[in-house]
């Protein structure tokens, strides 16, 4: 049973043991272990049931450090990270040989980011080895925002939490590959593409959307969902379709009285929407309610990563004509 608490040092000693430790960072919480170590990185697989063939974000507290397991970095790339770093930013890039093929699932490149939160930052200056970790949750739900997410799913299996509070981005970081002069965009995220844009002097491309043999599993149709159905679309409208009895309302600022609902903001924020959407959807899964109905957010800067969720927490959904009230959750978990 995992242990929850601030003690970097304990957490370095179970890292360096090739044990797994849950870290706080601006987006979410990491399942974190020594990216060099194959016992260590099979473990993150094994705990988060990840298929094999998903690769890990490996995870370092300076670009210097980055240099000792990355081949080359391209020119934009380099402006971003010295302009973003640390911050909700993946950048896919070349590696050598000291990650291991299991950590980039055989692929060339490795995804990679310096996080924000300053208690993983502490952490990984006292290490010398960099952290692979996805987001510490089973494989496909949703990604946990506080040290209690990660205790709830993962506690069993995992020996320590490192407790930051709960996550101030709220959504995964934004993944960028590079293609010559072409940035692609895999997975939209805690960085908005606003900001990005001025910083890249060639196309920006998003390839967040493919349905197929995606590079990124993060563009895998079905992800980030909850176990409960969950509709998109106009509030109003399918209140009238479904009524309220059984129902859960996700949404952006306005009150629906009479429903068990949660409102992403009242002030229509977007950084404050992000930062809410994960627990949102989780309180919803465990509410008594069926059926989960949200509607969009806006869609620029974070709400494009806020739709992109809610779009995918939809697809593994039943189709609203053949909701069957009576299905029990678990036989529409994933
Ligand atoms: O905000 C985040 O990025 C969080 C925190 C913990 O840093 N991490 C996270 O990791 O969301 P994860 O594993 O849940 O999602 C990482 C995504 C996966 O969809 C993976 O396929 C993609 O990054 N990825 C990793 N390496 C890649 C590579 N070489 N090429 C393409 N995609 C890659
Ligand atoms: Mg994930």
Known sequence: MATTGTDLNRAVHYLQQDELVAIPTETV?????????????????STKKRPSFDPLIVHTNALESAKDFLLDIPDTAHVLAEKFWPGPLTLILPKNSRIPDLVSSGLNTVGVRIPRHPLSLQLLEKLDFPLAAPSANPFGYISPTTAQHVEEQLGAHIPYILDGGACEVGVESTILGFD??????????????????QWIPGKLEVKAHSTSNPVAPGQLESHYAPRKPLILGNIQELLQEHG????GVLSFKDIYPETTQYTLSASADLAEAARNLFKALRVLDSAPVNLIIAERVPDYGLGRAINDRLRRASAGSVQKETFNFDTPSEALDQ
């Open 29 to 45: 919480y990491g399942l974190a272990g020594n990216a060099y170590s194959e016992k260590a990185v099979v473990k993150i697989f």
């Open 180 to 197: 010559g002069d072409t940035v692609i965009v895999y997975r939209l995220g805690g960085m908005s593409l606003e900001e990005l844009q």
């Open 244 to 247: 309220k009895k059984g129902i």
